[in-house]
T-cell receptor, first 113, second 114 residues
Framework: DTGVSQDPRHKITKRGQNVTFRCDPISEHNRLYWYRQTLGQGPEFLTYFQNEAQLEKSRLLSDRFSAERPKGSFSTLEIQRTEQGDSAMYLC???????????FGPGTRLTVT | QKEVEQNSGPLSVPEGAIASLNCTYSDRVSQSFFWYRQYSGKSPELIMSIYSNGDKEDGRFTAQLNKASQYVSLLIRDSQPSDSATYLCAVIVLYGGSQGNLIFGKGTKLSVKP
């Protein structure tokens, strides 16, 4: 049973460019979460999917951010017109319908120059 | 607004000692609590979950929950240098009784000295 995977692991981009991250949850996990973590802080919630439905979005998720989970399996997080303040670790987690435990992927570290 | 508070540390303990990590939360409705370990540059790793008042033990780790005091703690017995990491306390937010996202504290940095 493989864990949560994320791609890419590192991304360096110039301000104003668009970036897209991918998350593959643990197989059979219906729930998928995106978080963002900056240095010295705990992860902050961005958005949540149950199967293909996006059920919750944080106010941190500005109009430049969009997330999808089209077939209820993998998910993508896109950031348009990146800003230096978007530099962070973007974490994906998944959980099963039964149980509240969330398991994190290795994260994608974004650096906006 | 739900909040989770942790001492940022660093907490330094000698090898073999008991490390005690504490966490308080603001929401009396919160029911499910988690401890994650995060090594520098890595993602959080779930080490303990606790849902009921009292103690829950798993190997060298013991989680303690007191809902009346809105307090959850993690004890690490026989601390090892490999336990040196940041420990994140998290509380789950429920949507209509169903599971939702986690709210994290800022984490406590633990250093175990050989």
């Amino acid at each position: 049973d493989t864990g949560v995977s994320q791609d890419p692991r590192h991304k360096i981009t110039k301000r104003g460019q668009n970036v897209t991250f991918r998350c593959d949850p643990i197989s059979e996990h219906n729930r998928l979460y995106w978080y963002r973590q900056t240095l010295g802080q705990g992860p902050e919630f961005l958005t949540y999917f149950q199967n293909e439905a996006q059920l919750e979005k944080s106010r941190l998720l500005s109009d430049r951010f969009s997330a999808e989970r089209p077939k209820g399996s993998f998910s993508t997080l896109e950031i348009q017109r990146t800003e230096q303040g978007d530099s962070a670790m973007y974490l994906c987690a998944s959980s099963a319908d039964r149980g509240y435990e969330q398991y994190f992927g290795p994260g994608t570290r974004l650096t906006v120059t | 607004q739900k909040e989770v508070e942790q001492n940022s540390g660093p907490l330094s303990v000698p090898e073999g000692a008991i490390a005690s990590l504490n966490c308080t939360y603001s929401d009396r409705v919160s029911q499910s609590f988690f401890w994650y370990r995060q090594y520098s540059g890595k993602s959080p790793e779930l080490i303990m979950s606790i849902y009921s008042n009292g103690d829950k033990e798993d190997g060298r780790f013991t989680a303690q929950l007191n809902k009346a005091s809105q307090y959850v703690s993690l004890l690490i017995r026989d601390s090892q240098p490999s336990d040196s990491a940041t420990y994140l306390c998290a509380v789950i937010v429920l949507y209509g009784g169903s599971q939702g996202n986690l709210i994290f504290g800022k984490g406590t940095k633990l250093s175990v000295k050989p």
